[in-house]
């Protein structure tokens, strides 16, 4: 009965979030052609590119290899995409979970990662954080993707843990920081849940989360899940904010 209510009500007309056009979806396919241009992403941290897809500066003269192997980015964190993310994230409008996974599903290479039946975890929240907010956007996205692809005809069904990685505590404000600062403030942040590490051994696993800056926070909890046993880390986000200069 839940469902059906659901569904009827996402079927009723509305205006677009972003221009106001009636009827339209949560965002309208002129604003998506208009602000969701595909780009040119370093495979690695999801990082635009002047040219063809492949590695960025930064990650090629990286020592070592990368803990996430392919990050996917669906959007740039610019207008109007940051406006919305805001609301889903701080001003409790989980539904935008569900427009923003059909977007990252319209990403040419979103099928191929899902194809290879990854186990998909979410970035974890504190508890605190998670008491404050009352979701995890994170989690909330991994859901919508699972429901996405059983509508897919070419996408098998989507496998999900949602505490396969926990939060072990909070971390300083890092809107200002660099990478490797942001580094040293999530040494230890990320652990693989007790419970589920078996679940983790020889899979492919691919993180979710709703937006990365310098891939700090995904490098750190793919080396969490590595650690535990996990044969390859790929990332899949929503927004990928521009380096800073």
């Known amino acids: 009965m839940f469902d059906a209510r659901r569904a009827f009500v996402e079927s009723l007309p509305a205006t677009c979030q972003v221009c106001a056009a009636w009827p339209a979806q949560p965002v309208c396919e002129a604003c998506i052609q208009r602000y969701a241009q595909p780009r040119a992403r370093c495979r690695s941290c999801a990082s635009v590119l002047p040219g063809e897809p492949g590695l960025c500066g930064a990650c090629l003269t990286r020592a070592g290899a990368p803990a996430v192997g392919h990050c996917v980015a669906a959007v740039d964190y610019a207008y109007p995409w940051d406006g919305l993310i805001a609301r889903f994230k701080f001003r409790s409008e989980p539904g935008w979970a569900k427009p923003f996974a059909q977007r990252l599903l319209q990403v040419p290479q979103t099928l191929p990662l899902l194809q290879t039946q990854p186990l998909v975890v979410p970035i974890p929240l504190t508890a605190v954080r998670l008491g404050e907010r009352g979701y995890n956007q994170a989690w909330e996205l991994v859901k919508a993707l699972r429901t996405q692809c059983r509508r897919h005809p070419t996408t098998p069904p989507c496998e ?86």
């Not at 490797?180 to 693989?192: I, K, M, S």
């Not at 020889?202 to 993180?207: E, I, M, T």
């Not at 926070?217 to 650690?227: E, G, K, N, V």
Request: proline share 3%; net charge positive; aromatic share 2%.
């Open 160 to 245: 999900t843990l949602a505490t396969a990685l926990v939060r072990l505590g909070e971390t300083p404000d890092q809107h200002s920081l660099g990478r490797d600062a942001r580094l040293r403030n999530l040494r230890g942040v990320f652990a693989a849940h007790p419970s589920h590490a078996h679940q983790l051994s020889g899979r492919h696993v691919l993180l979710v989360d709703d937006v990365t800056t310098t891939g700090a926070t995904l490098h750190t909890a793919a080396q969490a899940l590595l650690q535990a046993g996990a044969a390859r880390v790929s990332a899949l986000v929503f927004a990928r904010t521009a380096p800073s200069r």
